[in-house]
Structure formats: C-alpha cells, structure tokens
C-alpha cells in the first residue's frame, strides 16, 4: 500500500505542477497578447435567427403636439433588449442614427468612465430593416459606445468610440452595400479612442487620443491627441501624436481638412500645464501635402465659438462637423462659465478671401440645445430640443442655409415628449428621431428612474400624413 499511496501523491504533485504551468502559461499569454497582437480584419458575425427579436406591429409615438401635416410612429426600442432596466437610461441613449442601404441604424452605449454605467460595453449594433418593418442584431462591437456613423459611398463606417480590450491597435468598423457582414479593422496603432473619420486627397484621417502622446510624467498622465493617416484605404496607418487631450473633430473646408482638439476650461489647462504641454499647445492644426499636420496657432477657441461667453476660457468639444455647399457645420458641447450654464450650440464655418476660418453661430434662443446636424440638398437640418417643464421637452427641426453672412432658419416641424430628442436621419421624405436623457443632467441610478426614463432609446419614424414635404 506505500507504494500507492506515494505514486498517488507523486501523480497529485504532477497535476499540480501541470495547473501551475498552464496556469502560469496563460498569464504569460495575456501578458504577451497585447504586446504582439497582429494589426488584422475581422469579420462579425451576427446573431443566429432565432436570436433576432420577433418583427413587431406599430406603435402610437410617444410624441405630443406633432406639427400639423405630419403622423408619427413608434419603431420601438431596441436598446431596451440590451440595456433593459430603467434606470441604464444613459447607454439607451441613440447617439446616432444613420439611413444606410434600405436599414436604420442607431448607436447605443457608454464611454464614461463614471456612473452606474460606465464603460457599458460590448455594444449591440442595431437596424431596422425598413422593408421588414424590424430591428435585427448585425453585430456586437468591443466597444463602450457607438457615437458616431460615417458614410462613404457605398460603406458605412463607425469610429471606435473607446475599444475594449488591448490598446496596442484602435478600432473602425464597416459595413459594404455590396457585402452583409460587419468588419472590424483592428489597425489603428495604439489608439484608446477614434472620435472622427474622414477621407481627404485620396488618404483616410482619423482624430482620437493614444495612451503615450507625450514621453515624460507618469505614465497614466502621458494619454493625449493623436491624428493618424493611412494612404491604403486604411491598411496601414502612419500617427502623428499632438499636446492635447483628446482631438475631437476632423473639419475639411474649401479643400483643406484641419483637426480641432478638446477646447481647455481651467480644469483641462491645469492638466496641460502641469504636464508641461501648454507652452505649445494649438487649438486646431491643418493637414499639410506631406501628410504631416501643422500647428495653427492663429486659429483661437474663440475663433470657433464666436459669440460664446468665456470662449478660450471655457471647456468646449467640437463634433458633428457636416459639410454641405462649400460650407462646414457643427455642434459644440461648451461647459458651463459663470453664470451661463452648460450648453449644446450650433455654428456654420467657411473659408475667407483672406484664407483664414470665417464661423457664425446659428442663432438659437436661450436653453435650446442644439442635438444633431444633418445634411440636406440646399444645407442642413438643425435638430433642437428645449425643456419646458419637467419631464416636457420641445424638439424642433429647421432647415438652416448660409449665404455669405446671411444665414435663414425654416420651420419644418415641432413635438413634444418626454425627454429630449438626440439624433436626426431622413430620406428626404421621412425623418426618424431618436430619445435621450436630458443633456447636462446626472445620471440616473438604481432606484430613482422614473416613467420618463423608460423612454430612452425610442426611436420614431415622421413622416408626411398627406403629401411629401421638399427636404431636398
């Protein structure tokens, strides 16, 4: 029997070693994934059927006071499926809506970093099929937020918001016409966040942030704006890394493209300072022949915000730029300064005689919000909501055009609801509006969500009741 029992205790240790070294193997891998992960194309793979919600009848819009001459519907919620309690109101919110190739698409989730939500990822990417009449999981994506859908030609494409994962390579994602998979391209170099996309001479630009933007201070304080450049429809990718924080908008003007950075308030210029990057920090830089970005220093915040109390003293995050008729607009996030609070602020750029950047805002009164831009054939469709007592926002859509320094607002339709409408897309006939959280608001936590709350993530078709309106 001794000599069972010491080959029984011989063959434990020997499990035991064989645990440790496969354990031991398998931190190594993890250690070492991220260090030689291979830049590559990944294809997503959708759902099985049988994992798709059922197609569902229409619904009343939760809309009141609809501008007369229009119907409304409800096309439900779909963020709900994912995010489902009442109080994940903020990862409801559609960030994005986006018409493409007979589907409407909505981005959903949260980047935060602070909240009963933050980092809510993966993040489902929805359509509605508008031939079904359904929404349909395409995609799940490694990321905390869909924020942002660009088209080109015949592609989709979505920024990687903030990836998941390893940081040794950022993320875009796109979708073909011609082709029904998602592909994830895992070949941005060291990107955290890609907060815009653009194509420009033929090359692809993106805007974001990298975690070793600068070489000195501790190493958690050395993430900062970064600008990357790819010359092979976004195979491999050349990065310039800049003094800023994050570089949030990619903004092409007269056949010129800048990039504009996170606009400082005090808090952000502490950080700067302290990391000693405030000396030759610039605002916005311009893309130069040689694919290198140059500084533009003469280019102020206040330049961008025209009209805006405190600008160049006050936090601002540029997105959204929209180009239309030689022009440029966009929506400016600004913080609150003094006795102004927080706002949301629409303005129209163009390039002067003079060369230089012209911006107007467009006039909104106080407390509207300015929620989304799109384009239209004469300029643009200005999204606004505006709180008119509690749990009762007016959302309004205006055609804006600019001439010269002319700029002329019409009325196309108004609603009420519950919250605030956040995202706008169109065909030119219909328009479809997506519900949010009140912006500027804290987040709502477990136990405190109301009726109100249960609403966000709402997505709306509008359209005509009797003949079409002229959007283009």
């Not at 260090?35 to 009848?57: D, F, G, M, V």
């Not at 955290?192 to 420009?200: K, Q, T, V």
């Not at 909501?385 to 700029?407: C, D, E, F, K, N």
Request: glycine share 10%.
């Amino acid at each position: 029997m001794g000599w069972l029992m010491k080959s029984l205790a011989m063959g434990q240790k020997g499990w035991a070693a064989l645990a440790a070294t496969l354990i031991a193997g398998l931190g190594l891998t993890r250690w070492l994934w991220p260090q030689l992960e291979p830049a590559r194309s990944l294809p997503l793979l959708p759902p099985w059927a049988w994992q798709q919600p059922a197609s569902s009848k229409p619904a009343a819009a939760p809309l009141q006071l609809l501008s007369k001459g229009w119907q409304a519907r409800s096309l439900g919620n779909p963020a709900a499926l994912r995010y489902p309690a009442c109080w994940q109101s903020l990862p409801r919110t559609p960030w994005d809506l986006a018409r493409f190739d007979g589907r409407l698409y909505v981005g959903l989730g949260n980047a935060a970093n602070d909240g009963p939500t933050a980092n809510a990822g993966p993040v489902p990417l929805w359509a509605y099929a508008l031939d079904q009449g359904r929404w349909q999981q395409e995609a799940t994506l490694s990321e905390e937020e869909i924020s942002r859908f660009v088209p080109h030609g015949q592609q989709l494409w979505i920024t990687g918001a903030d990836a998941r994962g390893s940081w040794r390579w950022g993320n875009l994602y796109r979708r073909s016409s011609t082709g029904g998979l998602w592909w994830q391209e895992r070949r941005l170099p060291r990107f955290i966040h890609a907060y815009d996309l653009a194509w420009h001479q033929g090359a692809m630009v993106v805007a974001g942030n990298v975690p070793d933007a600068v070489t000195s201070g501790p190493a958690p304080t050395r993430h900062g704006s970064a600008l990357a450049l790819s010359r092979d429809g976004g195979g491999s990718w050349s990065v310039q890394r800049l003094l800023g924080w994050r570089a949030t908008a990619l903004l092409p003007l007269a056949g010129e493209l800048f990039a504009v950075e996170a606009l400082p308030g005090p808090g952000l210029k502490r950080w700067l300072q302290a990391g000693g990057r405030w000396r030759n920090f610039a605002a916005v830089h311009q893309l130069r022949p040689d694919g290198r970005w140059q500084a533009r220093p003469d280019i102020s915040a206040a330049d961008l915000l025209p009209g805006v109390p405190g600008a160049g003293q006050r936090f601002a995050w540029i997105e959204g730029a929209t180009p239309a008729q030689n022009q440029l607009a966009w929506i400016a996030r600004v913080g609150p300064w003094g006795d102004d609070p927080a706002r949301r602020l629409a303005f129209i750029a163009k390039r002067g005689e003079s060369g230089r950047i012209q911006v107007q805002p467009i006039p909104l009164r106080s407390g509207v919000q300015a929620m989304d831009l799109i384009t239209n054939q004469n300029g643009w469709l200005l999204l606004t909501s505006h709180q008119r007592a509690p749990q009762r926002w007016r959302s309004q859509i205006t055609a804006v055009q600019a001439s010269g320094q002319r700029l002329s607002q019409t009325h196309r339709l108004s609603f009420e609801a519950e919250l605030p409408a956040w995202s706008l897309a169109s065909d030119g006939t219909t328009l479809w509006v997506g519900l949010g959280p009140a912006p500027f608001q804290p987040e709502t936590k477990p136990g405190q969500c109301n009726e109100a709350d249960q609403l966000s993530g709402t997505v709306v078709a509008i359209s005509p009741a009797r003949q079409p309106a002229q959007f283009e």
